[in-house]
């Protein structure tokens, strides 16, 4: 299924490929899913942009919300591929065990998101005046 303004499958399968290898699905879902899904899973009763459901050894399902990365990318001024490669690469981070719940990981993480959306050609997501593509 193709969702309108979302980026083609081949380019988030290449986002997914370069933050890992192990077997991933990726899904874009709407508001009402993801709310649900963060709601069940999570206890957070709102739609929320990237989860990540680890089946073990760094495979497992992305769940990303299109209405909330569009939002966001707007909001933030970003085109809506750079922000979808950061939360494909943020999300497959998790289910390889990386989280941000302390400032060392989370650094740790935000680290290695810079470093893969650099080899996919993209700015640094938390800084401003990210370059856009």
Known sequence: ??????????????????TSRADITLRIVGRTESQKLNKRF???NYATNVLSFPYGGGSGDVVLCHPV??????????????????LVV??????????????????RMEKAEIRILRRLGFGDPYAAGEAVK
Do not use: C, F, N, W
């Open 42 to 44: 999570r206890k957070k």
């Open 90 to 107: 943020h999300g497959i981070l998790h289910l390889r065990g990386h989280d941000h719940l302390r400032k060392s990981a989370a650094a």
């Open 69 to 86: 990365i569009a939002r966001e990318a707007r909001e933030q001024g970003k085109s809506l591929r750079a922000h979808y490669a950061h």
């Open 1 to 18: 299924m193709t969702v309108t303004g979302a980026p083609p499958a081949t380019l988030l399968r290449r986002y997914a490929r370069e």
